[in-house]
């Protein structure tokens, strides 16, 4: 993660907040907004404390940790969880998006699917 001012973070859970300055002597050190306010600051916290924690950038690609629990989708848009083993199989979903911290997101991308299959 390389925050930039403006950018948004979210976390799994669906909070959101804003980058509201970068440390000019360090860009990996930023202050980040209260979440779901964005005018009001909260600390400053350097992109390890802040991935730790669960916040991403908005936009950012969600790729599991070693061991952690993701999920994906199999050949009939049928949803199931994975442990991330960084092997094959695991690499080969996060390379074609289909690899999803919540069993809801992952459900939601087959059901898009499904309607581009059936035309909707």
Same mark, same amino acid.
């Given at each position: 993660m390389?925050?930039k001012?403006?950018?948004?973070?979210?976390?799994?859970d669906g909070d959101?907040a804003k980058?509201?300055?970068?440390?000019?002597?360090n860009?990996?050190?930023?202050?980040?907004?209260?979440?779901?306010?964005?005018e009001?600051?909260d600390f400053?916290?350097?992109?390890a404390?802040? &991935?730790k924690l669960g916040?991403?950038i908005?936009g &950012?690609?969600w790729?599991?940790?070693? &061991?952690?629990q993701?999920w994906c989708?199999?050949?009939d848009?049928?949803?199931?969880?994975?442990?991330?083993?960084?092997?094959?199989i695991?690499?080969d979903n996060?390379a074609v998006?289909?690899c999803?911290?919540t069993?809801?997101?992952?459900e939601?991308?087959?059901k898009?699917?499904?309607e581009?299959?059936?035309?909707?």
């Amino acid at each position: 993660m390389h925050p930039k001012l403006g950018d948004i973070l979210q976390k799994r859970d669906g909070d959101k907040a804003k980058v509201l300055s970068v440390a000019h002597d360090n860009p990996d050190v930023f202050l980040k907004s209260e979440w779901n306010d964005f005018e009001i600051t909260d600390f400053w916290f350097t992109t390890a404390e802040a &991935e730790k924690l669960g916040w991403k950038i908005v936009g &950012e690609k969600w790729k599991p940790e070693d &061991e952690e629990q993701y999920w994906c989708f199999d050949g009939d848009l049928t949803s199931g969880s994975c442990t991330w083993d960084n092997d094959k199989i695991d690499n080969d979903n996060y390379a074609v998006g289909n690899c999803f911290p919540t069993e809801e997101a992952c459900e939601e991308a087959c059901k898009k699917i499904k309607e581009i299959l059936k035309g909707e």
